[in-house]
């Protein structure tokens, strides 16, 4: 059962939709009632068939075909955004407000044809990858308006989608060329970022589980960095929440080497410290990786922050072009490449199965294709 309101040339009113089964067909079978000046009044109505003093009527009728996608969206969010984190509301909102909503917002809903909707794939699949992402969206609020008896049928169902060649996933570097770009920062960056970069490789990290990492996670006496949390965004303020998933909640060790980095980056972060106005005496609470902003008030970095870096040292250096996600595949790969068990490296990051570790984020690099063809050719020469 839920309330809706609809526009009339009077104005707003409301109307009562109450779900009674399914017909012999398999059609969802409603109970219609409109024309309530209030949502007040509409609830009391609600509650009167709740109560069964009102019997419920299968009603052919449809409340004002005269809704738009954008209307249709809004009731539909607002029932959705109860349903996920922030976060995921926050990012399912912008795809609706950059590339569906200019489309298909002022239309009305029972004017939008397949037609509409073949050509806006078409023309959507040219320049967004994950186009069946986009399909999946727009065909949401058709369906939240069948539920609420606005049309029939889905103007999206039928849908051609465009075949999409896929490319070669390359979005990591090989053991050389990350050597290669550590050796570039520690040598022309600030050490932060070296520290930052240096962690980031040699743990498998997600950027956002970096984000959120805190003094208090790392323990310096046993190599061990807690993974509990991740640091996203909601219309620009940082936002912790919980890891991806269950799997995700992790204790990883870390070398020697890294460890001594992390304990050399706190140095610099205690001597910026120093230097504001009010100086915390723990700072085991504080971001492992902030920034001090203009009013002297430490913030976490900013969700394209390390981007933003990377991408400005591989145009400088003209290096291979990975993202920051790039680091995690590499932590993987070179993993895989050394004979790590599956099971260890997937635990590591923070996956449910290995199989979803060697599915995603393993690759062969050439020094590993080699070294596999070099054992196989010694091992069919020991049979001459």
């Not at 610099?268 to 971001?287: A, C, G, M, R, V």
């Amino acid at each position: 059962m839920s309330i809706h309101k609809y526009k009339t040339k009077k104005g707003i009113l409301y109307y009562v939709s109450f779900y009674i089964g399914l017909d012999a067909y398999g059609k969802k079978k409603r109970h219609l009632k409109r024309g309530f000046k209030t949502k007040k009044e509409a609830k009391l109505y609600e509650a009167r068939l709740e109560a069964g003093v009102v019997a419920p009527t299968v009603s052919t009728d449809k409340p004002n075909p005269k809704v738009t996608y954008k209307e249709l969206y809004q009731e539909w969010f607002n029932a959705y955004v109860g349903t996920v984190e922030e976060t995921t509301s926050s990012q399912t909102k912008n795809i609706y407000r950059i590339h569906i909503l200019p489309i298909f917002g002022d239309k009305f809903i029972d004017q939008i044809s397949p037609l509409d909707c073949q050509n806006f794939i078409t023309q959507k699949s040219q320049t967004f990858k994950n186009i069946k992402q986009i399909k999946s969206y727009t065909s949401k609020i058709f369906d939240f308006a069948i539920n609420m008896n606005y049309i029939d049928r889905n103007p999206m169902k039928n849908v051609i989608m465009p075949k999409i060649k896929k490319t070669r996933s390359d979005n990591f570097w090989s053991l050389e060329e990350l050597h290669h770009f550590l050796a570039i920062v520690k040598e022309t960056e600030p050490f932060k970022h070296f520290a930052l970069f240096r962690l980031l490789a040699f743990s498998g990290l997600r950027k956002g589980e970096l984000y959120a990492l805190k003094w208090v996670d790392i323990n310096f006496d046993s190599n061990l960095l807690n993974i509990d949390k991740s640091l996203g965004r909601i219309d620009g303020k940082a936002i912790e929440k919980s890891t991806k998933n269950e799997s995700s909640v992790r204790t990883i060790y870390l070398d020697d080497e890294t460890i001594d980095i992390i304990k050399q980056w706190r140095n610099f972060y205690l001597k910026e410290q120093s230097q504001l106005p009010l100086t915390k005496l723990n700072i085991s609470d504080e971001y492992m990786f902030s920034y001090i902003s203009s009013n002297d008030k430490i913030e976490p970095l900013h969700a394209d922050y390390i981007n933003n870096v990377l991408n400005r040292i591989i145009k400088k250096h003209k290096l291979k072009p990975i993202s920051p996600h790039g680091f995690r595949h590499t932590h993987a790969t070179l993993m895989s490449e050394i004979g790590i068990d599956p099971s260890n490296t997937s635990k590591r990051l923070g996956h449910a199965s290995s199989q979803m570790t060697l599915d995603v984020y393993t690759h062969t690099t050439k020094t590993g294709e080699k070294n596999s063809i070099d054992k196989f050719a010694d091992y069919l020469n020991k049979a001459k």
